[in-house]
């Protein structure tokens, strides 16, 4: 297992356009987050899904931003309309529902540059 | 409202002596602790958790503690080493498998 994998790894937009990212989580985690980290801070909660269901969503940071995961496997990020403030890293993370619930493991994120 | 502080932006040691990195929360409900480390251009990656029942716990060269009367854990790393050297990220969750919420994280430098 190559852990979790994000693409693109880092995406230059003009304001204005949408971005998409996707995340392949652990094959045996049944669980995956998203999370943004802006410079100097610490990851902040976006949504996390189980299996396909997306369980909580509260924390998306505006009707622009949006998450699938069809089919339980992998998952997109969608920011339309991107403005300046979207720059940020996307971490993605995912973990087993059980033992291993707490800890995530993270990918090495897709960082967004919007001029 | 940051309820994960880790008000060191930074520190600075020297290899072989010990780094302490501290970290307070406010919600009492949070029952599971964890750090996580940070290298450039890389996720974070699990380093050593504790659960709220306990006040310390070890893994090698890494030792956590929790003071749950302080809302305040912190990070023992004896003896550091130049590859310690990385942002260190404290965590903190209510309810097993729900959202994490991370402190701001501390830059520790371990010169050689």
């Known amino acids: 297992d190559t852990g979790v994998s994000q693409n693109p790894r880092h995406k230059i937009t003009k304001r204005g356009q949408n971005v998409t990212f996707r995340c392949d989580p652990i094959?045996?985690?049944?669980?995956l987050y998203w999370y943004r980290q802006t410079l100097g801070q610490g990851p902040e909660f976006l949504t996390y899904?189980?299996?396909?269901?997306?369980?909580?969503k509260s924390r998306l940071l505006s009707d622009r931003f949006s998450a699938e995961r069809p089919k339980g496997s992998f998952s997109t990020l969608e920011i339309q309309r991107t403005e300046q403030g979207d720059s940020a890293m996307y971490l993605c993370?995912?973990?087993?529902?059980?033992?291993?619930?707490?800890?995530?493991?993270f990918g090495a994120g897709s960082r967004l540059t919007v001029l | 409202d940051q309820q994960v502080k880790q008000n060191s932006p930074s520190l600075s040691v020297q290899e072989g002596r010990i780094s302490i990195l501290n970290c307070d929360y406010t919600?009492?409900?949070?029952?599971?602790f964890l750090w996580y480390k940070k290298y450039p251009a890389e996720g974070p990656t699990f380093l050593i958790s504790i659960s709220s029942i306990k006040d310390k716990n070890e893994d090698g060269r890494f030792t956590v503690f929790l003071n749950k009367s302080a809302k305040h854990l912190s990070l023992h790393i004896v003896p550091s080493q130049p590859g310690d050297s990385a942002v260190y990220f404290c965590?903190?969750?209510?309810?097993?498998?729900?959202?994490?919420?991370f402190g701001g994280g501390t830059r520790l430098m371990v010169k050689p």
């Open positions: 919600n009492s409900m949070f029952d599971y």
């Open positions: 965590a903190a969750i209510v309810n097993a498998g729900n959202m994490l919420t």
């Open positions: 899904f189980q299996n396909e269901a997306q369980l909580e």
């Open positions: 993370a995912s973990s087993l529902v059980g033992t291993g619930a707490n800890v995530l493991t």
């Open positions: 094959s045996e985690h049944n669980r």
